[in-house]
């Protein structure tokens, strides 16, 4: 069993950047595609970006395209995602999530069906 914890959300006023950071544990981090959702209220969740158990491989929705990047650092059992550009439409609760990698398509993960483990989440908002 996989346990995700994230870190780093906040408040930021509009063009600033923050950086989630999400814990794995429990699973063999360096296997497992690694991912973030998110959640703005009254809204449907979506992707954001996707990255492989190898780190070769990034997908990001057309929403942040430019803006976010995902990164990781398999030594530290961390995934990583830097927001730039931030503005009130990033304001959501951002969820880490993963599933098992080796033999997949990572662009999977961007699809909610396919998560295997969900973060409980952290809240960024964006302030005008």
């Known amino acids: 069993q996989v346990q995700l914890v994230e870190s780093g959300g906040g408040l930021v006023q509009a063009g600033g950047s923050l950086r989630l950071s999400c814990a794995a544990s429990?699973?063999?981090?360096?296997?497992?595609?690694m991912g973030w959702f998110r959640q703005a209220p009254g809204k449907e969740r979506e992707s954001v970006a996707a990255i492989s158990w190898s780190g070769g491989t990034k997908h990001y929705s057309t929403s942040v395209t430019g803006r976010f990047t995902i990164s990781r650092d398999n030594a530290k059992n961390t995934v990583y995602l830097q927001m730039n550009g931030l503005n009130p439409e990033d304001t959501a609760v951002y969820f880490c999530?993963?599933?098992?990698?080796?033999?997949?398509?990572?662009?999977?993960?961007?699809?909610?069906?396919?998560?295997?483990?969900w973060g409980q989440g952290t809240q960024v908002t964006v302030s005008s």
């Open positions: 429990g699973g063999t981090f360096n296997s497992y595609d």
């Open positions: 999530v993963a599933r098992y990698g080796v033999g997949v398509l990572t662009r999977g993960l961007m699809n909610a069906e396919n998560v295997a483990y």
